[in-house]
């Protein structure tokens, strides 16, 4: 890079640690876009991360997420604290884009300025979360906010990445699913550290409690540090006892990013591990992509069965390790 892009990329994370919003948006549309003079800047601001609390959101479709989020939006404002979301909805399949209908329910925040919403798609992410999630979760970090939340797209079983980024994950249901063990269907249940039943006037509520506690018993040792929380996140019911169950797992969790006597608190180093491993996945992705585009007699091969598609894939893997 040349000396005149580094100092771009210095002013511009400048300008974003300074507040503008404006330059924060448009750094996190190239993120997700996967421009390289995005990276640039995200090498400036990443010295400046790992003060925000991230806390994961995810649980059953119709449970009530984005209500539960934009009741503790509410929770962390009235305490004085700054508030970023990302919010990855589905990919649309005509636009591409986000099915942004969820950020309708956090629209009484839109003016407050100690808050910001982002949306972002999946596009085809398996895991609940898009790609540039953790990009984004940083951009926000580097930029003051206190409390960082990562609402996922809300698709059950595969909902599990929301655990390599968040410090503490909720795990959102309902009662009436009509399934004693809909918690066991979704594999969800086993990354919770704190389980939410909202819509708990609902008739059935005392049942899907019981049915949690049930299943937590067969997770073994750390079941009894999950906890239960009643809500009704459309009035603001139990959003206190919810925000303050969060704060004691956060408690009982090493520093954030703190390097203890026994090392990097493990979330932490889990946090770092998955971040590596999807910028290398993305290289590597990228350098497969060019030399499938560059080796197309091989496509004609395996349609052609004059050759299998386990012999071209070793060649495209060794090309692909050239080209990386």
Do not use: W
Not at 77 to 89: F, H, S, T
Not at 194 to 222: F, I, P, Q
């Amino acid at each position: 890079m040349t000396s005149s892009a580094d100092a771009a990329a210095r002013a511009t994370a400048e300008t974003i640690r300074g507040g503008d919003i404006r330059t924060a948006a448009r750094l996190m549309r190239d993120l997700d876009d996967g421009r390289p003079a995005a990276v640039a800047v995200m090498r400036e601001l990443y010295r400046h991360t790992g003060r925000a609390f991230v806390l994961g959101v995810t649980g059953n479709p119709g449970a009530g997420k984005s209500t539960v989020v934009d009741a503790l939006i509410h929770f962390y404002r009235q305490a004085g604290k700054r508030v970023g979301v990302v919010a990855v909805d589905p990919t649309s399949p005509f636009s591409g884009g986000a099915i942004l209908g969820d950020r309708i329910r956090m629209q009484r925040h839109a003016t407050d300025p100690g808050v910001f919403i982002r949306s972002l798609a999946t596009r085809g992410h398996l895991g609940g979360l898009s790609r540039s999630t953790g990009d984004v979760v940083a951009v926000l970090d580097a930029m003051g906010y206190d409390v960082v939340i990562i609402e996922t797209v809300g698709v059950g079983q595969d909902e599990v990445d929301v655990v390599s980024q968040a410090e503490t994950a909720v795990v959102v249901t309902v009662p009436g699913l009509g399934d004693e063990i809909q918690a066991i269907k979704a594999g969800i249940l086993e990354i919770a550290d704190v389980l939410v039943v909202n819509k708990s006037d609902r008739e059935g509520a005392d049942r899907t409690v019981r049915d949690l506690v049930a299943m937590l018993e067969l997770r073994g040792h750390n079941a009894a540090e999950v906890e239960i929380v009643r809500t009704v996140a459309t009035t603001g019911k139990g959003i206190d006892e919810l925000a303050h169950a969060i704060d004691r797992h956060r408690a009982r969790q090493a520093p954030s990013g703190a390097v203890t006597g026994e090392g990097v608190a493990p979330r932490i180093r889990r946090r770092a591990q998955a971040t590596l491993r999807e910028l290398v996945l993305d290289e590597l992705r990228r350098a497969a992509d060019a030399t499938l585009a560059a080796r197309q007699d091989l496509v004609d091969a395996v349609a052609q069965r004059t050759t299998d598609p386990y012999t071209a894939a070793d060649e495209l893997v060794r090309a692909t390790r050239a080209r990386a």
